[in-house]
């Protein structure tokens, strides 16, 4: 089954690292490194998801056979796959880090003109000081939400399979010395393509102009073929085109409540994908100041008011890394200049269509403005005000705050003075519904639509973690199939539509996470 099906266009058209050896190095003038994956003592299959094995034209037999097990937990090198890693840099925090690359990811070719990389299949040469591994615990995090974001709209890469390999990892979760072993796991991930703003950068950042261009060139001809033949124009307009796509991005990340966490520019995808799902994390009480990666506590750069900022901040790295190819900054400026004016533009029309609101009223900015003012003052849940807010009724103001009460995390906490802000806030969206010629089932069909009811919560994610860790993995397919239809109201499963419990509040992974994953 397999052997018809996979192809190696990357490696074939693009240069390759001429040492074969699986040793911790620097690669110089190639793109990647081939590299086998490591033996796994016992795998098993935990999940796989129906759309991708349909996407990937994998049959319920094949996925039930032995070669699909060794194909997803690279126990078998098929004999034409040439896996391989890729060379990357990026930016980190802020900082040029050098050198990084796919550290435990190993390609296995192309099916159906999607790339198939395995997360967690051994050390590769770009493993640097780790071991190339990866646990169940954030295997169940980047399998199910990578799922579920594409369900909502967003988009991201996608994930094949989860499975265990049956070997144990060694991870100090918190960073503190408290070392332990966990279940090592593996999730074939899926995408058009997996290259990174990193991968450009690392050839601009040495100089390497020839597999700059190379690289570019192949970006072009394979992702974006539409833009036209490569010249310098056409690497304006595959600037711009990156821009856009990482905007229209970040602009579903703020509408949905998500936070990447770890927004470097290895972890920026140029075809404007979500990649890389670490410490992740879900917005519950509304927040422009949380981030969900307790590895950037102190400065919160990647917090999620910040992202549109640091969405631009990575587009800067880009365009001077594709600057050499275009020797001019001008085009280069102007577009970067225009992601903020279109981010406004973007994000105010994102919030619009939250409220219900089908016309454009420059008024909308103060409600918009008072609304998360509002939200944040009084630790509400943004899932369940969004949804519920749909039901409001413009001619009973007064019952606003009844309707969001499920809402709020504190209800005895919220001040007076914060009361009456939601009152006034409610009147106003009153007095602003007059204007629109939608009836109240339309505008509640339109929210529903871009409101979710149903996110992947850090708690949901955590209890599928915990009851996976002693050997229970019903939950992840629970979940899984909840998440297919956010959007819809699926009563059987009321029960996740509810605020995190207070439980979970602090508990590590659900409202802290590291990158130790
Ligand atoms: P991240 O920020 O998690 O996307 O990872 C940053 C870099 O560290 C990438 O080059 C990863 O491949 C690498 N990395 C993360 N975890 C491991 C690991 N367990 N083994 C090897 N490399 C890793
Ligand atoms: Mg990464």
């Known amino acids: 089954m397999l052997k018809s099906k996979l192809t190696n266009t990357f490696t074939e058209i693009l240069p390759g690292d001429p040492n074969l050896e699986n040793s911790r190095r620097q690669v110089l003038e190639a793109v990647y490194s081939f590299v086998n994956p490591i033996q796994t003592s016992n795998p098993s299959l935990l999940h796989v998801s129906k759309e991708m094995q349909e996407e990937l034209d994998f049959s319920d037999n094949d996925i039930r056979s032995k070669e699909f097990l060794d194909f997803v937990t690279g126990n078998v090198v098929f004999?034409?796959?040439?896996?391989?890693?890729?060379?990357?840099?990026?930016?980190?925090?802020?900082?040029?880090?050098?050198?990084?690359?796919?550290?435990?990811?190993?390609?296995?070719?192309?099916?159906?003109?999607?790339?198939?990389?395995?997360?967690?299949?051994?050390?590769?040469?770009?493993?640097?000081?780790?071991?190339?591994?990866?646990?169940?615990?954030?295997?169940?995090?980047?399998?199910?939400?990578?799922?579920?974001?594409?369900?909502?709209?967003?988009?991201t890469t996608r994930a094949l399979s989860l499975s265990l390999t049956g070997d144990e990892v060694l991870r100090d979760m918190l960073y503190d010395g408290n070392s332990a072993y966990e279940k090592g796991a593996i999730v074939s991930r899926v995408s058009p393509s997996f290259l990174r703003f990193g991968n450009y950068e690392i050839?601009?950042?040495?100089?390497?102009?020839?597999?700059?261009?190379?690289?570019?060139?192949?970006?072009?001809?394979?992702?974006?073929?539409?833009?036209?033949?490569?010249?310098k124009d056409t690497y304006i307009s595959f600037f711009q085109e990156v821009t856009n796509r990482t905007l229209d991005m970040i602009i579903h990340w703020q509408r949905v409540g998500f936070v990447h966490g770890v927004m470097n520019t290895d972890n920026m995808s140029i075809l404007g994908l979500t990649i890389d799902y670490g410490p992740y994390g879900w917005l519950e009480g509304f927040d422009f100041g949380w981030t969900p990666n307790t590895t950037d506590r102190q400065h919160k750069r990647y917090r999620y008011g910040n992202q549109p900022n640091i969405g631009l901040w990575n587009l800067y790295q880009l365009a001077n890394a594709l600057y050499p190819l275009i020797e001019d900054a001008k085009p280069l400026e102007t577009i970067l200049e225009s992601y903020?004016?279109?981010?406004?533009?973007?994000?105010?029309?994102?919030?619009?269509?939250?409220?219900?609101?089908?016309?454009?009223?420059?008024?909308?900015?103060?409600?918009?403005?008072?609304?998360?003012?509002?939200?944040?003052?009084?630790?509400?849940?943004?899932?369940?005000?969004?949804?519920?807010?749909?039901?409001?009724?413009?001619?009973?103001?007064?019952?606003?705050?009844?309707?969001?009460?499920?809402?709020?995390?504190?209800?005895?906490?919220?001040?007076?003075?914060?009361?009456?802000?939601?009152?006034?806030?409610?009147?106003?969206?009153?007095?602003?519904?007059?204007?629109?010629?939608?009836?109240?089932?339309?505008?509640?069909?339109?929210?529903?639509?871009?409101?979710?009811?149903?996110?992947?919560?850090?708690?949901?994610?955590?209890?599928?973690?915990?009851?996976?860790?002693?050997?229970?993995?019903?939950?992840?397919?629970?979940?899984?199939?909840?998440?297919?239809?956010?959007?819809?109201?699926?009563?059987?499963?009321?029960?996740?539509?509810?605020?995190?419990?207070?439980?979970?509040?602090?508990?590590?992974?659900?409202?802290?996470l590291s990158c130790s994953s």
């Not at 990357?88 to 198939?116: K, M, P, S, T």
């Not at 967690?120 to 190339?132: E, H, K, N, V």
């Open 203 to 231: 050839f601009a950042a040495r100089n390497d102009i020839k597999n700059l261009k190379t690289l570019v060139d192949y970006t072009l001809k394979t992702h974006f073929p539409e833009l036209g033949k490569p010249s």
């Open 79 to 155: 004999p034409n796959s040439k896996p391989y890693a890729m060379c990357y840099g990026g930016h980190q925090f802020g900082n040029w880090a050098g050198q990084l690359g796919d550290g435990r990811a190993i390609n296995l070719g192309e099916i159906n003109h999607w790339a198939v990389q395995l997360k967690g299949a051994g050390s590769t040469p770009y493993s640097r000081s780790a071991d190339g591994l990866a646990v169940l615990r954030s295997s169940i995090r980047e399998y199910l939400c990578s799922e579920a974001m594409h369900h909502l709209g967003v988009p």
């Open 340 to 512: 903020k004016t279109n981010f406004e533009t973007k994000s105010q029309n994102m919030m619009r269509l939250k409220l219900g609101l089908a016309k454009e009223l420059d008024s909308d900015i103060d409600l918009i403005m008072a609304l998360e003012h509002n939200l944040h003052a009084s630790e509400t849940d943004m899932t369940i005000f969004f949804r519920k807010l749909s039901e409001f009724q413009k001619e009973h103001p007064e019952d606003g705050i009844q309707l969001i009460q499920d809402a709020f995390y504190v209800p005895s906490e919220i001040k007076d003075t914060i009361l009456s802000q939601w009152n006034q806030w409610f009147l106003d969206y009153a007095t602003r519904l007059k204007d629109e010629d939608t009836s109240y089932d339309q505008r509640r069909e339109q929210m529903n639509k871009v409101n979710p009811k149903y996110v992947l919560r850090n708690y949901m994610a955590q209890m599928a973690i915990d009851k996976a860790d002693s050997g229970d993995y019903t939950l992840i397919d629970e979940l899984y199939q909840l998440l297919k239809k956010p959007y819809e109201e699926q009563p059987n499963s009321a029960q996740w539509f509810a605020k995190r419990p207070e439980w979970a509040r602090h508990k590590v992974g659900c409202s802290m």
